[in-house]
């Protein structure tokens, strides 16, 4: 009798696992059904080792639900789920960037705060700090595209919709890989971006402690730059490096050279080099203490440093050629290649 | 993927379409489950109940078959048969499978006749 039940127990189990699977209204009667096909293929007195044959020739439960259901099932159907993956790689490297610089500077503007305050604290704060709202970001922007496709999905399903398309739907050949942008080199620059942007904000705002020490002939100086100079930085290097992410962003959407995005390069390096003219023009660039120490203690024979910030032809002038030579390469290599995709 | 399980794929593949017609035709005389499976493994068709039973099912939600329950036995069992819909269906079916026996025979022939 109990081998009996036991046996009784595992069609039992067998069918319950087939049938929770399906749809409410279907249970039942594929259930009635299923278990009278199990009981015609087994003899009138199964054992235990006739019973697990049947169970076993009918397959797994999971499959055999996935037989019995009218519809297949998924979160997100295979029409749309391209179109899934293409807007999550876009959307997640921006969304984790952008929070990871938010969170950084938040996080590191907390610790500065803090009564025993140092560079190392601060910076493991703003990087714990940037990293947890950039995961997070993350999740939440997954989560979010997730249930639109989902719901949007089910909508069509609803509607009846069929996918319809005409022949202007039809995207261009891109020309030759030439014309294409890498992603991955796309996402890395993004990212750079947006750890310098952030570390050179938190520097100028005094935020990172910067050790800076130079000593020449018993005199010490502490201070590398003037503090109104850090200060006329900041603003700069916010524009220079949220430029940047724009023109990644843009080349991580497009991935081939457009019109958008030649336009986000030339702007990204005009914005470069003006931002770098601006801070070249004020008055005081280095601190008082070192421009005085070099002053008095180098000489003559090198003066030249000492006309660091000031008119005349001089290194910084030289700095200055050369960024713009590299900037206007840079901006005719993306007229060049925009032009050439455009026209291929 | 060896060759054998590549084989054994496009063979299941090549099946699916004939057993709607092998369990419609079947199903001009009343049967249960684990009845036609036996018919139709005794004609030569290969298949199994994880795929009969279900494909009955999804052939009567199409409106190809009707399905009753016999209570008066000891133990209940549902019994398909074709209706008149299964019937027309079948026809159509049939006379396209005749038209590619044709097509595939004198394809056949010819590559026979190239070798």
Redesign the interface.
């Known amino acids: 009798m109990e081998r009996m039940r036991a046996m009784s127990n595992l069609i039992e189990r067998y069918v319950y696992d087939v049938t929770r699977r399906l749809p409410q209204a279907d249970r039942e009667e594929?259930g009635?059904?299923?278990r009278?096909?199990i009981?015609?293929?087994l003899p009138d007195e199964p054992d235990q080792g006739e019973i697990e044959a049947v169970l076993l020739?009918?397959?797994a439960p999971a499959?055999?639900a996935e037989?019995?259901r009218?519809r297949p099932r998924y979160l997100i159907s295979p029409a749309v789920y391209d179109s899934y993956t293409k807007l999550l790689g876009l959307v997640l490297p921006i969304v984790g960037s952008v929070l990871m610089v938010l969170g950084a500077v938040m996080g590191s503007l907390e610790a500065a705060k803090l009564p025993a305050a140092d560079a190392v604290r601060v910076i493991s704060l703003g990087v714990s700090s940037g990293v947890s709202m950039a995961f997070e970001g993350a999740l939440q922007a997954l989560f979010w595209i997730t249930l639109g496709f989902a719901i949007a999905d089910r909508y069509r399903d609803q509607q009846g919709k069929t996918e319809t398309w005409s022949l202007s739907d039809l995207p261009e050949i891109p020309a030759d890989e030439a014309s294409g942008i890498s992603l991955t080199e796309s996402i890395v620059e993004l990212g750079l971006t947006a750890l310098f942007g952030t570390l050179g904000i938190l520097f100028c705002l005094g935020v990172l402690p910067f050790v800076f020490a130079l000593r020449l002939e018993q005199i010490q100086v502490n201070t590398l730059f003037a503090p109104g100079f850090l200060r006329s930085c900041v603003p700069v290097v916010a524009v220079t490096a949220g430029l940047g992410l724009v023109e990644s962003a843009l080349k991580i959407y497009y991935r081939r050279w457009t019109v958008p995005v030649c336009a986000g390069v030339l702007v990204s390096g005009l914005a470069n080099v003006a931002g770098l003219f601006y801070l070249a023009g004020r008055p005081e660039i280095f601190s008082r203490e070192l421009s005085a120490l070099l002053d008095s203690t180098i000489g003559r024979d090198l003066a030249f440093l000492s006309q660091l910030g000031s008119r005349g032809f001089n290194l910084l002038h030289l700095v200055l050629v050369v960024v713009v030579v590299a900037t206007v390469f840079e901006c005719a290599s993306a007229v060049y290649k925009t032009v050439k995709s455009q026209r291929a | 993927m060896n060759e054998n399980e590549l084989i054994q794929g496009l063979i299941t593949e090549l099946r699916r379409g004939s057993l709607t017609l092998a369990v419609l035709g079947s199903l001009r005389r009343p049967h249960?489950?684990?009845?036609l499976l036996q018919t139709l493994q005794e004609l030569g068709i290969a298949i199994?109940?994880?795929?009969l039973?279900?494909l009955m099912?999804?052939l009567e939600?199409q409106g190809l078959l009707e399905s009753s329950w016999d209570t008066a036995e000891s133990?209940?069992?549902?019994y398909y048969r074709i209706n008149e819909t299964g019937e027309r269906v079948f026809d159509a079916l049939t006379l396209e499978w005749k038209r590619m026996q044709e097509s595939f025979e004198a394809f056949v022939g010819k590559d026979a006749g190239n070798e």
């Open positions: 594929v009635r059904e299923l009278s096909n009981f015609d293929m020739s009918l397959g499959r055999l037989q019995y009218p | 249960y489950g684990y009845a199994e109940g994880n795929t039973y279900p099912r999804r939600g133990r209940p069992r549902k």
